[in-house]
Structure formats: structure tokens, C-alpha cells
């Protein structure tokens, strides 16, 4: 339980606030996140991390002399926005390159690939060295799917101080990739975490049970086993781990035992002792080993271990100083502190002026975003209880976080003298939209509404063919983005089949009412029929036989929504025939 809040939605934001009063020798906030408060060399690699809040000392604690320049905070358990992400890396450039660093988890993928791709326009050389350590979550010959958990750290302590000691961006980037290469990750739980403001767990473990392969993000376990002995417990990760091992990967292991919040120190000491000894017996020697908090989930009971296989160079990155307020090895010198706020951009919006019927349709288009917010709030615990089966439960808080913002900058667009035209009413609604969300359905929609928002421009009319490009830019934004493929039990299996419907409604000479509620039954249907799914993409993907049986909330999500905004827009006609 979490106990200590003025209201659970702002929860992340007030704890960064306090984190950052707390550690102003090490942390300035910026918004989206935190950078170093210290100097940097000119030329450096800025080292970005980030992710979810909610996993403390990942990933703010991490920002320091040796290891991060910045950290993007996003919600609870929710990416940072990519609009956050870019401000933080903006902030912490220092004209070497930035390397952006990651669990592998969709939303984070998504955010941070959209901001990867903005700092590139604008000629700051970025690249991207995911996490994939999670040796639960996808096989040996699909390693690269794997999620991220307490491997961050190892990914980010070479990076960041490779990044410290002056070497180029991409000498950074190919030994992060090699530590990502040669960490592996297994943990277990033995209760599950509870959201701000939540009153039950995301998941429970059954009482003298134990979940084998959680996530971080109150996923609940792949399998359960019947609570073991220490030695036991010790025997089953390190056997796993080691039946995992990399290619070519030597005699020396920096050994990681990582507690998620709530298993005491004297547990996870405990443990380690039992791990170090295994190891030994199979001829390994462990070298510079950490044994307590470093990548929480809230207040999850459960821990993880972690083995990174050393080379000489990644012993030289790992054994280097590092100062910051949660990680701290060696004797770094110490740093003056910088003006941050000299790094921070600001950015500015320019209006168009609609005529006044451009801006009398852009008022019914944030009449639409109210009925799409109707419908998510009505539908936010079911969806939530829907995403918590094999998913990490946010489903119903991240759309309508997003759908909030989304509606609040409608409508304040839309208030500006003179009105606001279509495509800038629902363009401030997907930026909000993204912003505000976090999570992979987040940016989906938010960078959705804004492809659909370019396609409908500033224009004084629409008729139905113009309604069904709008609809094929909505999609084309989605499937380009997530790269998810019908069939991978995501979204996209309610939405290919609502387009082709609503597409060959228009093509038939039908309104856009007609069109739109003909083609929200298909889709509902649709996202029905995903319960015969195995989840290919997302955070679902390594839970697939929990799935089974339950339809993809962001599927049941996206149905909701057309036949909503089908009865909106009947609504609007009939209310318009009566008036006229
Ligand atoms: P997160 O997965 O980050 O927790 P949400 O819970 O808000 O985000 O959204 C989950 C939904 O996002 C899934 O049910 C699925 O429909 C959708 N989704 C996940 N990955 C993709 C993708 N690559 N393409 C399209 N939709 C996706
Ligand atoms: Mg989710």
C-alpha cells in the first residue's frame, strides 16, 4: 500500500519534486525528468535513461558523475512522454551525442523512438541501446524481446561511465550493447504491488506460493511454484541463469541481487550469500557484486538476480566511480554545479486563424473529444481489470490520463480569439494526448489524432471521403508506429477491421454516421474475437497463455470508442435537423 499522497494522479510528479529537494547537489528538475545539476565535459555523451515511476533508484537515482546525465520520468509505471524525453535530453546535451537507454517495454520503445527521431532532425546525434535482460520473458533465440528489469543498472554503469571517460558515441553505444548482451536477469515474487490510490495489488501470489519470471511492473509471475527454501531458491535462479549464459562468456560476473520493495536486506543478504557460494562451485569468480534496492516495482514483494559476464573492458566501466544519489562506488572528483536553466529550451506555438466556419467545425471536433472522454471514463476500471490480466493493469488510467489532457487542450484551443480549426483542435489533442498518457496506447493515439488531424486540415466542410482519409491516416499512424500486425492481439485487430469498413461504407455512398456505425459493430466484434489471440506485441506478449481467453483492452478500448463517437454524431444530426 501506498499511504503517503495529497492525490494518487500527481503521486509521481510530487515524489520527483521532493526526490530533487532532496538531492539538489546531484538533480535539477526539468520538465519530463531530471538532469545533473553538476558540470559535464563539452563533448561528453549525455546518457539518457528513463522509464516509468514507480521503480526508485531506477531511474532518477541513477543521475550522476559515471553513470546517467538525465533521467525522463514518466507516471507510474508509464513511459515518459516523447515531448518529455526530448526536453530532458535537450537539457542534458553537451554536443557529444546522446545515448538513450531503456527496459524494453512498447510504450518506452514508442516514446523514446519518437524522441529519438526529433533530436536527430534536429542534428544531435542520437541512438538508442535497449534492456533486455529478462531471461523469463521470451527464449534464447528471441533475446532481443526480452524486457528489461535489474539489468538496467549494468547497461547504464558502462555507458555511463564509458560517457564519463570521454569516448564517442558510438564506442558508448557498442559497450552498451555488449552489456545488454551479456546481463541476464531472473526474478520471482512473492506478492504483488499496489498502485497510489489503489486498494488492491495489481496481482496476489497465492499464500505459500511463489511467481517465477515477474515483471516489473506488477506483471504477475509466468509460473508458480510452491515457496522454496533459500538454498532452493538460490539453486533454481542461478541454474537458470546459467543455462542462459552468452556466447564466449568467461569465468568473471558482476552478480546483482536486487530487491523489489518490499524483502528486507537481511533476506536478500541472505540469499546472495547462498548465490555467491553456487557460483563458485561452477567456477566463477564474482567481482564487485551489489546486493540490495537498485530497480524497485513500488512495494512488490519479490526480488531478482542478475549476472553481467565481464570481459576487460566491462570490468574496467563497471569498477569505475560513479556518484549519485542512489549508486555511489569509488571516489569520483567532485563537480562545480551548472546552471541548468540555461540548457532548457523553450518552445513556441503558431496559430493559424480559421474563418468562422472552420472554427464552428473545430468546436464539434472537441464536442468529439468529449465524447471519446464520456466513453473512457465509463469504461476506465473495466479496462484497467482487462489490461491487469496479463498485462500491468493501466490500461483504464493511461486513456484516460490521456483523454483528460486530450479534451482539456481541445477545448483551450479551441477558446483562443477567433476559434480554432479542425486540425488545430485535434493536433493539441494528440499532443496533450501523448504528453499526458504515457504508456504504448498513449502515444499511439496521441501521434494518431495528430496524422488524422493533418489529413482533415483547416476546412470549412467535410464529406465522407474526407472523413475516410482521416480515418486511414488514424490508422496508417498506428500500424507505422507500433509496427503490430493484425493477428498480434493488439489494438490493431479492432481497428484494421473498423477501417476497411467504414472505407467500403463511404465507397458504397453512405454518411458518415451510417458508415461510422456500421463499422463500430464490425469492430467491436473484432475486438471481441481477440480473445482467441495469443498477445505477439506488447506488454502482454510474455504472459500469452493468461491472455488466452480474454480480449486486448486496447482492441476492446478502440471499439468503445468509434460506436461512441457513431452515437455522438447521430446525436449532433439530430440535434442540428431539430434546430434547423
Ligand atoms: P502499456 O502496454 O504501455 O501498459 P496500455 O496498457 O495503455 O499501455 O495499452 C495497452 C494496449 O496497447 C494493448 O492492449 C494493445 O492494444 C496496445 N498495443 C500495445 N502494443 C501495440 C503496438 N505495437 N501496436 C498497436 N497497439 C499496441
Ligand atoms: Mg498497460
New binding site residues.
Given amino acids: 500500500m501506498t499511504q503517503i499522497f495529497d492525490n494518487p494522479a500527481e503521486f509521481a510528479h510530487d515524489a520527483l519534486d521532493g526526490f530533487v529537494a532532496a538531492n539538489r547537489q546531484y538533480v535539477a528538475r526539468v520538465d519530463g525528468g531530471v538532469v545533473r545539476s553538476t558540470e559535464m565535459n563539452q563533448g561528453q555523451v549525455a546518457l539518457v535513461v528513463g522509464g516509468g515511476s514507480g521503480h526508485y533508484p531506477a531511474f532518477a537515482g541513477l543521475v550522476g558523475a559515471g553513470l546517467a546525465a538525465a533521467s525522463a520520468c514518466g507516471n507510474m ?3 515518459p512522454a516523447a515531448g518529455q524525453i526530448y526536453r530532458v535530453a535537450k537539457a542534458a546535451n553537451m554536443n557529444g551525442g546522446v545515448l538513450l537507454s531503456y527496459g524494453n ?4 520503445v ?1 516514446h523514446f523512438g519518437q524522441a529519438q527521431v526529433r533530436l536527430n532532425a534536429e542534428g544531435i546525434e542520437t541512438r538508442t541501446v535497449v534492456v533486455t535482460d529478462d531471461i523469463a520473458s521470451a527464449p534464447l533465440n528471441e533475446w532481443e524481446k526480452r524486457r528489461g528489469i535489474a539489468g538496467d543498472l549494468t547497461v547504464f554503469k558502462v555507458a555511463g561511465a564509458a560517457a564519463e571517460a570521454g569516448l564517442s558515441l558510438d564506442e558508448v553505444e557498442r559497450l552498451a550493447i555488449k552489456t545488454n548482451y551479456r546481463t541476464r536477469s531472473l526474478g520471482v515474487a512473492f506478492d504483488g504491488c499496489t498502485l497510489p490510490g489503489a486498494q488492491e495489488p495489481l496481482f496476489h501470489v497465492p499464500a505459500g506460493m511463489m511467481a517465477l519470471g515477474l515483471g516489473i ?1 506488477g506483471e504477475p509471475g509466468i509460473s508458480e511454484h510452491p515457496m522454496p527454501t533459500a538454498s532452493e531458491l538460490a539453486q533454481l535462479l542461478v541454474s537458470r541463469l546459467l543455462a542462459d549464459k552468452p556466447d564466449d562468456a568467461g569465468t568473471e560476473v558482476v552478480v546483482i541481487v536486487n530487491g523489489l520493495g518490499t524483502v528486507k536486506y537481511d533476506e536478500l543478504f541472505l540469499l546472495f550469500g547462498k548465490v555467491e557460494k553456487l557460483l563458485s562451485e561452477a567456477g566463477l569468480s564474482v567481482i564487485e557484486p551489489e546486493c540490495g534496492e537498485l530497480v524497485t516495482s513500488l512495494d512488490m514483494s519479490g526480488l531478482s538476480l542478475t549476472l553481467l559476464w565481464l570481459d576487460d573492458e566491462l570490468k574496467e566501466y563497471w569498477a569505475a566511480p560513479a556518484d549519485t544519489p542512489a549508486f555511489r562506488k569509488g571516489t569520483s572528483t567532485p563537480r562545480a554545479q551548472r546552471s541548468v536553466a540555461a540548457h532548457v529550451a523553450a518552445e513556441a506555438v503558431q496559430l493559424e486563424v480559421p474563418t468562422p466556419a472552420a472554427a464552428a467545425l473545430g468546436l464539434q471536433a472537441v464536442g468529439a473529444v468529449g465524447a471519446i472522454r464520456g466513453v473512457v471514463m465509463e469504461h476506465e476500471e473495466a479496462l484497467g481489470n482487462l ?1 491487469a490480466i496479463a ?5 483504464g488510467i ?2 484516460r490520463r490521456g483523454v483528460d489532457a486530450a479534451s482539456a487542450a481541445a477545448q483551450k484551443r479551441a477558446e483562443v480569439d477567433g476559434g480554432a480549426s479542425v486540425a488545430s483542435v485535434l493536433t493539441a489533442a494528440g499532443e496533450a494526448w501523448s504528453e499526458k ?6 502515444a ?1 493515439w496521441g501521434t494518431a489524432f495528430i496524422a488524422a488531424a493533418a489529413a482533415l486540415g483547416n476546412r470549412e466542410s467535410y464529406s465522407p471521403a474526407d472523413a475516410a482519409l482521416a480515418v486511414a491516416a488514424f490508422t496508417d499512424a ?2 507505422t ?4 500486425e493484425p493477428g ?6 479492432s481497428m484494421i477491421p473498423f477501417r476497411d469498413a467504414f472505407l467500403t461504407n463511404v465507397a458504397a455512398g453512405n454518411s458518415v454516421v451510417d458508415s461510422l456505425k456500421d463499422a463500430a459493430v464490425v469492430s467491436k466484434n473484432a475486438a471481441a474475437a481477440t480473445a482467441n489471440l495469443r ?1 505477439l ?4 506478449r510474455p504472459l500469452a497463455e493468461k491472455s488466452l481467453g480474454h480480449p ?4 476492446i ?2 471499439g468503445l470508442i468509434v460506436e461512441r463517437l457513431g452515437q455522438h454524431f447521430e446525436n449532433e444530426l439530430m440535434e442540428s435537423g431539430t434546430r434547423a
Fill in positions: 509505471f508509464a513511459s517495454y512498447a510504450g518506452d514508442l511492473h489490461d498485462g500491468d493493469g493501466d490500461h493511461g486513456m498518457a504515457g504508456g504504448t496506447s498513449g499511439l498506428i500500424t508506429l507500433g509496427k503490430a498480434d492481439k493488439t489494438m490493431v485487430d498477445p506485441k506488447g506488454r502482454a486486448d483492452p486496447g482492441a478500448s478502440f
